[in-house]
């Protein structure tokens, strides 16, 4: 596998907001991701569990990923463990995968892993200790991106989707999986727990749909993806998998209006 390629000094690195928790090894030996020592069922069993996996297969399908043209580049954005970009080096019509991520020991020993847990092709990879907001990619590059379970991690949600469309071809498509949009059961009782407990008042949705500090978790409504998608030119579909509570996206590009 080639070497990690290092994108963010040290300084750059500790001013991402949500760099102490995902930089933790001791938070990440809690998680089933931590499969330094070989034992990948945990990993595998989870994801099957929670639906990952079958998600995943599924966006790809619908995407026409899985059969696609020959020789498609695709970037893994905030890639984790880089399992999705593993099993992505593994189908014969791509070329080339890109993963870039801002927790060292999960784009550097736990990728390493990841890529012997799944079916894959390391010839194929490239990985980057990087910030999805710069990802350093040439322009018109990718033919599709991935993001799994890392679109509401995002603070500045257009500027990451700037980002993408930058180094997206036109007519290219951007999977969007593991995302749980603020349902309106949720977004009701986060509204009675501003009254009860804050004792305030508010019809401002990112007031009382407040961000986690920790993880960099954020609440996004439906309508919101496809505000954002719609007004950069690209089209968007929705799909439930009410099974596990999940919900993906794919947005298809085309216009160049992200880069105006």
Known sequence: MRPLKVLLSKTELQNIYTNEYWNSIEEEKKKEWWIVDGNYEECIKSLHDNGSIKEFEMARKESGLLDGKEGLKV?????????????????KNIAEVHAIEISKHRIGELTEHAFKMFPSDDSKFFRYLGSFYDNKQPDDYFDYIIISKAFHHANQPLHLLLECDRVLKNGGKIIIVGEHPASYWMIFKKFLSLIIKKRRFSTNFYEFMTPNRILGDHFFRVSDYHFMFNSMGYSL????????????????????????
């Open 75 to 91: 970037l893994d954005v905030a890639a984790g463990v880089a399992w999705t970009s593993a099993v992505l080096t593994n189908q």
């Open 237 to 260: 579909t929705k799909t439930d998998l009410p099974e596990f509570g999940n919900v993906y996206f794919i947005g298809t590009k085309h216009s160049e209006l992200g880069k105006l």
